[in-house]
């Protein structure tokens, strides 16, 4: 169990703090106040059935301290139950919450904001569509998770084999959320009309856009459902519109910068519709971060501006729009009948090629919403905590068993090496997620098609990403992301900090040249513009100091009640 400590001397009762154990600590006395007690569990501070709070912040004193924290069992689980000064008021926190929530280094991440996100061209998807089979997507939980996972992660995903009957786009769409109704209709047809009032609904070609940006809000999911496509041409395409901004913004900053802040109008018109939404083409989170994207040539009004403003608007614009064109951005390919599309409106941006006038070619579409989609995927992970927990005797396996056996060219076994590199981000005192992080780093040397034995002798398993994608199944991005990235950082530190490379060993120097080298300086920029450099960073440098033939580490049993309080739930 994880050992609670109070840095706060009880005044009134006996000193009652476990002695110091070796497992992660919590100190209460360096947790805020306010914080902790707005967090307190107990039925008068939430109401028992709903979770809710039923105290306002103006009705906790003002001048609150902990005056004593003291570690109990209740059930069987460990607590702290903490006597509260000035009003006596006691809580109980189960160690588990507290080790999951303790305040760490980096914030949780905004899961729709680009952090939350895996960025791709179109060479990263090649082979590896994020697509089910619509009859297993039904039948298998799982199957289900994974799908709305994709859509949530890189943006979209695609279901085959949806029986092509008309309507059945809202039966998909309510399988995670719910229809959003539009001037369209609740779902509208994709195929050549006389006269359309949308060019979406005739047979030119599309460029990448988003839907209805004059909308406010915007539809955030939209589904496109492909009934027949038999004309020649009508191909179809997706760029991740994340990955074009974040390279806009590392090519071209002040570009960046005006389309975060110039409002756009956006406007649709017909005979029954008159719509109008005032949004910048890149918007970001408080903190800076990407956060949606709103592109559409078809439906930009007129700005009003002063001229430079204009000027620079008008630059930016272009720079943005050739860059969401340039090659290697945009996934092509082609719908066929029982295709259907699910995509993130606010991120991704679509396309089709023209095709013949005359052909048969008829998709059904409707928009939902992200949020809905989050809710049912959160829903799903709960009925999957009890795999989560087989989850972690899974990895336990893995070290205990290749793990154990097997040797990178380094004196240790890779699963002394991953020990040693989570003890050692322990003992620095880093947060809980990039002590996980550490621990679990080379997981992927057991995982993907290409084995680390296969690394050794010239070719890359790409073992960052591979372990990356299977600890995903349990772990939230502020775990996989470092894993993903901590070979990455290694071509990254050999590139702008002196001497890191000169202190490589032999085997890691091997591998540096099978991964690709130290990266260059546009490379280098790119990946310390990455909102998780840091702490894949963090990650490499416990990476290199694992090696040591002296080193004793902790088992994988040391670090369970660390990795059990970061499962997502
Ligand atoms: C749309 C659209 C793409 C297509 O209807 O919003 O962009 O493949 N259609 O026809
Ligand atoms: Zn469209
Ligand atoms: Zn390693």
């Known amino acids: 169990m994880p050992a609670v400590s109070s840095a706060a001397t009880p005044a009134d009762e006996p000193a009652t703090d476990e002695p110091a154990t ?34 306002q912040i103006t009705d906790l004193p003002r001048e609150l301290a ?44 905004d899961p729709r904001s680009e952090a939350g996100k895996q960025l791709w061209r179109a060479a990263d998807l090649a082979g590896a569509l994020p697509q089910a089979d619509w009859a297993t997507y039904l039948a298998v939980p799982a199957e289900r998770a994974r799908i709305l996972q994709a859509v949530q992660r890189l943006g979209f995903a695609l279901l ?81 519109g994340f990955q074009a901004a974040a390279l806009l913004r590392e090519e071209d900053p002040e570009a960046f910068a005006v389309l975060t802040r110039t409002p756009v109008p956006f406007v649709y018109r017909d005979a029954r519709t008159e719509l109008t939404a005032l949004r910048p083409l890149i918007g970001t989170d408080p903190l800076g971060r990407i956060r949606e994207v709103r592109f559409n040539n078809r439906s930009i009004g007129t700005l009003r501006l002063p001229a430079a403003e204009l000027d620079a608007f008008y630059t930016a614009y272009r720079t943005f729009a050739e860059l969401l064109l340039r090659p290697g951005l945009q996934l092509d390919f082609r719908l ?68 154990a056996a097997e040797y990178l060219g380094e004196p240790v076994t890779i699963a002394q090496h991953m020990l040693q590199a989570g003890a050692l981000a322990e003992a620095a005192g880093a947060p809980a997620h990039l002590v996980a992080a550490a621990l679990l780093h080379d997981i992927g040397h057991f995982q993907g098609p290409v084995s680390g ?22 772990f939230g991005p502020e775990v996989t992301e ?20 000169a202190r490589l060993s032999e085997a890691s120097e091997y591998t540096l040249q099978v991964q690709g080298g130290p990266m260059d300086e546009t490379e280098a920029a790119a990946f310390a513009a990455l909102p998780g450099a840091a702490d894949a960073v963090a990650v490499r440098r416990w990476d290199e100091q694992a090696k040591d033939a002296e080193a004793t580490a902790p088992d994988f049993e040391h670090f369970r009640p660390l990795l059990t309080a970061l499962l997502r739930r």
Not at 76 to 84: C, F, K, L, Q
Request: a negative charge; glycine letters at 8%; proline letters at 8%.
């Open 66 to 109: 902990v005056a004593s924290a003291t570690p109990r069992e209740d059930d069987g689980a460990a607590v702290t139950e903490v006597v509260w000064s000035p009003d006596g008021h006691r809580s109980r926190y189960p160690a588990q919450w507290l080790l999951a929530h303790r305040p760490g280094g980096t914030a949780e991440p």
């Open 22 to 55: 070796d497992e992660p600590t919590v100190l209460i006395g360096a947790l805020p106040p306010m914080w902790l007690r707005d967090n307190c569990p107990c039925p008068e501070c939430r109401d028992p059935h709903s979770g809710q709070k039923l105290f």
């Open 453 to 474: 034995r296969e690394l050794m002798s010239g070719t890359d398993n790409r073992h960052s990403h591979t372990g990356a994608d299977l600890l995903a199944r349990w």
């Open 482 to 501: 470092p894993v993903r990235l901590h070979v990455a950082a290694k071509r990254y530190l050999c590139a702008v900090e002196p001497g890191y490379r």
């Open 160 to 240: 085959r084999a949806v029986p092509t009957e008309e309507g059945q786009v809202l039966a998909v769409a309510e399988t995670f959320g719910f229809v959003r109704e539009t001037n369209y209709g609740r779902l509208f047809d994709v195929r050549v009309e006389p006269n359309p009032d949308n060019l979406a609904f005739s047979a030119a070609r599309i460029t990448p856009h988003t839907d209805n940006p004059y909308r406010d809000p915007v539809p955030t999911v939209q589904l496109l459902h492909c009934l027949s496509n038999a004309a020649e041409g009508g191909d179809s395409g997706l760029v991740d």
């Open 336 to 403: 066929a009948p029982g295709d259907c599309l699910v995509f993130d409106n606010t991120r991704l941006l679509h396309a089709r090629t023209a095709f013949e006038q005359s052909g048969a070619r008829h998709l059904q579409g409707c928009y939902a919403d992200l949020d809905g989609l989050a809710g049912t995927l959160a829903v799903l992970r709960r009925g999957a905590a009890l795999d989560e927990l087989h989850g972690l005797d899974e990895l336990a396996e893995l070290l205990a068993g290749p793990g």
